[in-house]
């Protein structure tokens, strides 16, 4: 009986063991047919190291001679400045390692030691000099942000003293120019035809009549982490070509501030990322004219006009409407306070304050005198489309009682106006700069004639702190008096567009100062 016992477990225990056998066998075959499927799949679509891109209307790869914007863009990933931005405009360090300011007009600047030139040479402080000369005496796109250096003083190989004929606020932003080689120059012309050298993460490594060939720069520090390693530039006589190239696929990547993009692309076959632009559209108030003086008179004005009106009837809705010069995704004002279209409460605030509504005016005795509420606003005459705006925000005054005399002047009378500041009213743009300097707006001798106690001492204090927090906290509180006082009402943004090959991979939000974050990952 035990006998029999011992026999069925043992029967049961082989039994057990081939089971296991067999299952174990069948598992390894699929874990094997699946890894010749994954290395099958992977030989069938390899990762694609290459790019392609484009630029119209080519004039010099010298990025400092260059008046190209779509090169400008394009030789970030060649030559590097002392600072850059990152994705939500926020200063940062590249070929400097610190800076300090010393005192108004003086700063230190500490550069990398570990950064070499594409040719092997060292990168050093005779290279910066060497550069800020070259701004300063030629024809190029960056001599605004070295206007008031006076002397670049070299302290040794990797330390430079930048000495300024003013104050600039916030100077270090201006830092943000390409950096070129001394040495490469020394038996050389510098003259567009020449390609220089850089420091980036690519270099130009051959040029052809219709193309440049762009690989990694071995000297590079982090070289060996860029998935790409060819990105090929073809050279397009017209930007209708280089769109039709991306159209067709030619090309994996445009970028434009041609907010009718749509127009010459398409709408598949890629993925856009929009974003505001640097063109930003105010209106300034001179507030030192009797009527203007007055805050509920600004506010009602601010109140009484619908921005998203404009931008549609105007452009489409290819605009982004605006509150405050910042607010495009600056790390900076990021929670600010947003304007309102009220036409209930325009009125409300011109009855509180004692203005009457009659004979299709406001008015007001003030003094013994009737004010009335009627002003002259001026806007270019050769700009067609802000001509336009001008119209419209007219209507929309005039529909709330606020009488407007447009005037459409010529450029050199609108420049003038501007100069002298003789005007009520006046349609502005201005190219926003990098910095987020807010002096046009709020420093002396401001466009608006605007004083206010406050506003200077938080600017002073802007130039003079390092506190993440406390700049935030400023630039939120400059915000609020800009929209509460309202002695400028922002009016809109335009859109600054990238779009990409839906072949390409791990591209990441770009900005108007540079497309290429995160291009170490980058493949198709």
Known sequence: MKSNYFKYIFIIFAIAIMIFAIVKIKTDEQKKEAQIYEETTEESEPEITEIKLGVASFDSMNPILSKNKNIQDISKIIFEPLMTLTSDYKLEACLAKEWAKQNNTTYIIKLKDDKKWSDGQNFTAEDVKFTIDRLKDSDTIYATNVQYVTNVEIVDNTTIRIILSQ?????????????????????????????????????????????????KNEYYPESNELK?????????????????????GNIDLVSTQNSNLKEYIGTIGYISKEMKGREHDFIAFNTQNAILSQVSVRQAISYSIDKSNIVSSIYGDNYYTSDFPLDYGSWIYQ????????????????????????????????????????????????DTSRVSVAENIKAQLENQGIRINLIKASDEQYNNYL??????????????????????????????????????????????????????????????????????????????????????????????????????????
Not at 230 to 240: D, F, M, Q, R
Not at 335 to 363: C, P
């Open 228 to 248: 790409l390693d060819k990105i090929t530039i073809t050279i397009y006589s017209s930007l209708g070509e280089l769109y039709n190239s991306f159209k067709v």
């Open 335 to 382: 929670d600010g306070v947003k304007s309102q279209y009220n036409t209930e409460q325009a009125k409300k605030i011109l009855v509180d304050d004692g203005w009457n509504y009659k004979n299709r005016y406001w008015q007001k005795n003030i003094n013994y005198r009737t004010q009335r509420i009627a002003f002259n606003f001026v806007v270019k005459a050769s």
């Open 167 to 215: 104050e600039v606020p916030l100077f270090e932003y201006n830092l943000t120019f390409p950096i070129l080689s001394s040495k490469y120059y020394s038996d050389k012309q510098f003259i567009p035809d020449i390609v220089p050298l850089g420091t980036g993460m690519y270099k130009v490594s051959e040029v052809q009549d219709s193309a440049l060939i762009l690989t």
């Open 419 to 524: 100069k002298y500041k003789n005007y009520d009213m006046i349609l502005c743009s201005i190219n926003l700069s990098i910095s987020p300097d807010l002096s046009t707006y709020f420093g002396t001798n401001n466009i608006a004639n605007y004083l206010n106690e406050e506003v200077t001492n938080i600017m002073n204090e802007i130039k003079n702190t390092e506190d993440d927090e406390k700049l935030k906290q400023n630039y939120k509180r400059l915000g609020e008096i800009y929209i509460n006082e309202a002695p400028y009402i922002s009016l809109y943004n335009n859109k600054y567009i990238v779009a990409y090959s839906q072949s390409l991979a791990r591209t990441s939000d770009p900005n108007w100062f540079y497309q290429f974050y995160n291009i170490k990952d980058w493949h198709k």
